[in-house]
């Protein structure tokens, strides 16, 4: 099992930005697919970025604004966000992929998960 630890949430005001980090420990971190996921109240559990080892994926409502990136020295996988707006308002979730049987963005494909870390921002 992968440990995920995420942190630089924060509150910001609409066309802030922030850099998000999550650290793995455990298994063998390289080699496995990582995604940042968002989750607000009422509303599905939602893919924002999937790196793997050297491609990278986006959800539609943050292509041009965020960007995945990983430090395998450092087993971290950084979001950068920026011209953030309050709809990304949100708990943003680390996750690594342990299942390759359906597509990158279905949560379900990820089978190790960070505890989240608070994203707010205000008009």
């Known amino acids: 099992q992968v440990r995920l630890v995420e942190s630089g949430g924060g509150s910001v005001q609409a066309g802030g930005s922030l850099r998000l980090s999550c650290v793995g420990s455990?298994?063998?971190?390289?080699?496995?697919?990582m995604g940042w996921f968002r989750q607000s109240p009422g509303k599905e559990r939602e893919l924002v970025a999937a790196i793997d080892n050297s491609r990278t994926w986006y959800g539609d409502s943050v292509k041009g604004r965020f960007t995945i990136s990983r430090d395998y020295s450092k087993s971290t996988v950084y979001l950068q966000m920026t011209s953030l707006k309050p709809e990304d308002t949100a708990l943003y979730l680390c996750?690594?992929?342990?299942?390759?049987?359906?597509?990158?963005?279905?949560?379900?494909?990820?089978?190790?998960w960070g505890q989240g870390t608070q994203v707010t921002v205000s008009s």
């Open positions: 996750a690594c992929r342990t299942s390759y049987r359906a597509s990158r963005f279905n949560p379900d494909e990820y089978g190790d």
């Open positions: 455990g298994r063998i971190f390289s080699g496995y697919d």
